[in-house]
Protein backbone atom coordinates (compact mmCIF):
# COMPACT_ATOMS: atom_id res chain seq x y z
CA UNK A 1 0.00 0.00 0.00
CA UNK A 2 1.22 3.36 -0.88
CA UNK A 3 0.14 6.67 0.42
CA UNK A 4 1.67 9.64 1.84
CA UNK A 5 -1.78 10.37 4.60
CA UNK A 6 -0.57 10.04 8.25
CA UNK A 7 -2.93 8.86 10.69
CA UNK A 8 -6.08 10.04 11.67
CA UNK A 9 -5.10 9.91 15.41
CA UNK A 10 -4.59 13.11 17.18
CA UNK A 11 -0.78 13.08 17.91
CA UNK A 12 -0.16 9.76 16.14
CA UNK A 13 1.86 10.99 13.50
CA UNK A 14 2.63 7.51 12.02
CA UNK A 15 2.13 6.64 8.05
CA UNK A 16 -1.00 5.33 6.54
CA UNK A 17 -1.73 1.68 6.73
CA UNK A 18 -4.95 1.28 5.95
CA UNK A 19 -8.45 3.39 6.33
CA UNK A 20 -11.52 2.42 8.32
CA UNK A 21 -15.08 4.06 7.68
CA UNK A 22 -13.31 6.66 5.31
CA UNK A 23 -10.83 7.67 8.28
CA UNK A 24 -6.73 6.78 7.30
CA UNK A 25 -5.10 4.80 10.26
CA UNK A 26 -1.46 3.41 11.18
CA UNK A 27 -1.43 -0.13 11.66
CA UNK A 28 -1.35 0.15 15.73
CA UNK A 29 -4.21 2.13 15.71
CA UNK A 30 -6.01 0.07 12.62
CA UNK A 31 -5.85 -2.77 15.42
CA UNK A 32 -7.01 -0.54 18.57
CA UNK A 33 -9.58 0.76 17.20
CA UNK A 34 -10.87 -2.83 15.01
CA UNK A 35 -10.56 -4.33 18.78
CA UNK A 36 -12.61 -1.29 20.01
CA UNK A 37 -15.14 -1.40 17.68
CA UNK A 38 -15.74 -5.19 18.29
CA UNK A 39 -15.72 -5.22 22.04
CA UNK A 40 -19.02 -2.53 21.80
CA UNK A 41 -20.39 -4.70 19.59
CA UNK A 42 -20.64 -7.25 21.14
CA UNK A 43 -22.14 -5.43 24.17
CA UNK A 44 -24.51 -4.30 22.86
CA UNK A 45 -25.04 -7.49 21.24
CA UNK A 46 -25.08 -9.52 24.74
CA UNK A 47 -27.09 -6.47 26.32
CA UNK A 48 -30.33 -4.63 24.55
CA UNK A 49 -29.65 -6.09 21.32
CA UNK A 50 -29.05 -3.88 17.36
CA UNK A 51 -31.43 -2.06 15.29
CA UNK A 52 -32.00 -2.11 11.89
CA UNK A 53 -29.38 1.17 11.69
CA UNK A 54 -26.92 -0.50 14.36
CA UNK A 55 -26.95 -4.53 12.03
CA UNK A 56 -26.34 -1.91 8.74
CA UNK A 57 -22.97 -0.89 10.19
CA UNK A 58 -22.23 -3.59 12.22
CA UNK A 59 -22.40 -5.25 8.64
CA UNK A 60 -20.59 -2.44 6.95
CA UNK A 61 -17.74 -2.82 9.82
CA UNK A 62 -17.60 -6.84 9.98
CA UNK A 63 -16.73 -6.30 6.26
CA UNK A 64 -14.50 -3.40 6.04
CA UNK A 65 -12.10 -4.48 8.98
CA UNK A 66 -12.28 -7.86 7.83
CA UNK A 67 -11.00 -6.94 4.64
CA UNK A 68 -8.57 -4.70 5.33
CA UNK A 69 -7.18 -6.98 8.10
CA UNK A 70 -6.76 -10.01 5.67
CA UNK A 71 -4.45 -7.06 3.09
CA UNK A 72 -2.34 -6.22 5.93
CA UNK A 73 -2.07 -9.75 7.01
CA UNK A 74 -1.10 -11.11 3.43
CA UNK A 75 0.63 -8.28 1.77
CA UNK A 76 2.30 -6.57 4.99
CA UNK A 77 6.16 -7.24 4.43
CA UNK A 78 7.40 -5.95 7.97
CA UNK A 79 4.70 -7.47 9.45
CA UNK A 80 5.87 -8.91 13.40
CA UNK A 81 4.09 -12.50 14.65
CA UNK A 82 2.62 -10.23 17.53
CA UNK A 83 1.02 -7.68 15.46
CA UNK A 84 0.03 -11.10 12.77
CA UNK A 85 -1.64 -12.58 15.52
CA UNK A 86 -3.84 -9.38 16.14
CA UNK A 87 -4.44 -9.41 12.70
CA UNK A 88 -5.55 -12.74 12.68
CA UNK A 89 -7.56 -12.63 16.16
CA UNK A 90 -9.61 -9.77 14.85
CA UNK A 91 -10.77 -11.55 11.50
CA UNK A 92 -11.94 -14.65 13.45
CA UNK A 93 -13.62 -12.29 15.93
CA UNK A 94 -15.91 -10.13 12.91
CA UNK A 95 -16.98 -13.57 11.41
CA UNK A 96 -18.14 -14.51 15.17
CA UNK A 97 -20.25 -11.59 14.87
CA UNK A 98 -20.82 -12.27 11.10
CA UNK A 99 -22.49 -15.61 12.20
CA UNK A 100 -24.72 -13.29 14.86
CA UNK A 101 -25.87 -11.09 12.36
CA UNK A 102 -26.78 -14.37 10.16
CA UNK A 103 -28.73 -16.11 12.84
CA UNK A 104 -31.82 -14.64 11.22
CA UNK A 105 -34.62 -16.85 9.92
CA UNK A 106 -34.34 -17.93 6.50
CA UNK A 107 -37.49 -19.22 4.47
CA UNK A 108 -36.96 -21.41 0.92
CA UNK A 109 -39.13 -19.28 -1.80
CA UNK A 110 -38.70 -18.83 -5.82
CA UNK A 111 -39.60 -15.18 -6.54
CA UNK A 112 -38.66 -13.55 -9.70
CA UNK A 113 -35.81 -11.00 -9.65
CA UNK A 114 -33.97 -8.42 -11.77
CA UNK A 115 -29.93 -8.12 -11.06
CA UNK A 116 -28.19 -5.52 -12.67
CA UNK A 117 -24.85 -3.95 -11.98
CA UNK A 118 -23.45 -0.88 -13.00
CA UNK A 119 -20.22 -1.06 -12.27
CA UNK A 120 -17.51 0.83 -14.75
CA UNK A 121 -16.75 -1.31 -17.96
CA UNK A 122 -18.41 -4.22 -16.71
CA UNK A 123 -22.12 -3.39 -16.17
CA UNK A 124 -24.50 -6.38 -16.77
CA UNK A 125 -28.60 -7.44 -16.15
CA UNK A 126 -30.11 -10.79 -15.54
CA UNK A 127 -33.40 -12.18 -15.04
CA UNK A 128 -33.31 -14.73 -12.55
CA UNK A 129 -35.14 -16.03 -9.01
CA UNK A 130 -34.44 -16.12 -5.59
CA UNK A 131 -33.83 -20.04 -3.94
CA UNK A 132 -33.56 -19.17 0.04
CA UNK A 133 -35.01 -15.30 1.32
CA UNK A 134 -34.21 -14.20 4.69
CA UNK A 135 -34.80 -11.17 6.73
CA UNK A 136 -31.51 -9.32 5.32
CA UNK A 137 -30.79 -10.65 1.75
CA UNK A 138 -31.54 -13.77 -0.25
CA UNK A 139 -29.99 -17.14 -2.08
CA UNK A 140 -30.32 -16.34 -5.65
CA UNK A 141 -29.19 -17.94 -8.70
CA UNK A 142 -26.85 -15.58 -10.78
CA UNK A 143 -24.34 -16.46 -13.76
CA UNK A 144 -22.82 -12.64 -13.95
CA UNK A 145 -19.20 -12.44 -12.27
CA UNK A 146 -20.43 -10.78 -9.03
CA UNK A 147 -17.51 -10.66 -6.32
CA UNK A 148 -18.22 -9.96 -2.97
CA UNK A 149 -18.26 -6.37 -1.21
CA UNK A 150 -19.79 -5.29 -4.64
CA UNK A 151 -23.14 -3.49 -4.98
CA UNK A 152 -25.88 -4.84 -7.24
CA UNK A 153 -29.71 -3.70 -7.83
CA UNK A 154 -32.34 -5.93 -6.96
CA UNK A 155 -35.67 -5.49 -8.70
CA UNK A 156 -38.85 -7.70 -7.94
CA UNK A 157 -40.72 -8.68 -10.79
CA UNK A 158 -43.82 -8.84 -9.30
CA UNK A 159 -43.98 -5.76 -7.17
CA UNK A 160 -41.60 -3.68 -9.21
CA UNK A 161 -39.84 -3.08 -5.54
CA UNK A 162 -35.91 -1.95 -5.85
CA UNK A 163 -33.01 -2.37 -3.27
CA UNK A 164 -29.31 -2.03 -3.27
CA UNK A 165 -28.00 -4.80 -2.05
CA UNK A 166 -24.05 -5.69 -1.58
CA UNK A 167 -22.41 -8.87 -2.95
CA UNK A 168 -21.13 -11.75 0.20
CA UNK A 169 -20.32 -14.57 -2.09
CA UNK A 170 -20.40 -16.47 -5.38
CA UNK A 171 -19.71 -19.88 -6.04
CA UNK A 172 -20.99 -22.74 -8.32
CA UNK A 173 -22.94 -25.76 -7.87
CA UNK A 174 -22.37 -27.14 -10.73
CA UNK A 175 -21.72 -25.53 -14.35
CA UNK A 176 -25.22 -24.50 -15.22
CA UNK A 177 -25.81 -23.64 -11.69
CA UNK A 178 -23.68 -20.48 -9.85
CA UNK A 179 -25.36 -19.86 -6.25
CA UNK A 180 -24.78 -15.74 -4.74
CA UNK A 181 -25.33 -14.41 -1.89
CA UNK A 182 -26.59 -10.78 -1.04
CA UNK A 183 -27.20 -8.55 2.18
CA UNK A 184 -29.62 -5.42 1.40
CA UNK A 185 -27.85 -2.49 1.91
CA UNK A 186 -30.72 -0.26 3.63
CA UNK A 187 -33.95 -1.63 3.36
CA UNK A 188 -36.32 -3.22 5.95
CA UNK A 189 -38.74 -6.18 5.00
CA UNK A 190 -37.66 -6.07 1.28
CA UNK A 191 -39.80 -9.71 1.07
CA UNK A 192 -43.10 -8.43 2.36
CA UNK A 193 -43.24 -12.10 5.18
CA UNK A 194 -44.43 -12.12 8.49
CA UNK A 195 -40.81 -13.07 9.78
CA UNK A 196 -41.98 -13.60 13.21
CA UNK A 197 -44.27 -16.43 11.52
CA UNK A 198 -41.15 -17.47 9.66
CA UNK A 199 -39.20 -18.29 13.22
CA UNK A 200 -41.98 -20.06 14.72
CA UNK A 201 -42.62 -22.09 12.08
CA UNK A 202 -38.71 -23.56 11.97
Not at 1 to 18: H, P, V, Y
Not at 36 to 61: H, I, P, Q, S
Not at 62 to 81: G, P, Q, S, V
Request: glycine content about 8%.
Amino acid sequence: MTNTEDCSIAGCGQAFATSLGGEPFCLEHFISVCYERLDRYDDFRKGAGLNVTEMEALRRFIHECTRHADEIEHEAMDLDNLDRAKLLHIILSASELGRYLRRSPRKAASIAVRLSSDKMGGSWEEDTETVVLSRHGALMRCNHVAKPGETIQVVRADTGEKAQARVAWQRPLNRDDVRIGVEFVACENFWGLDWGAVEEAR
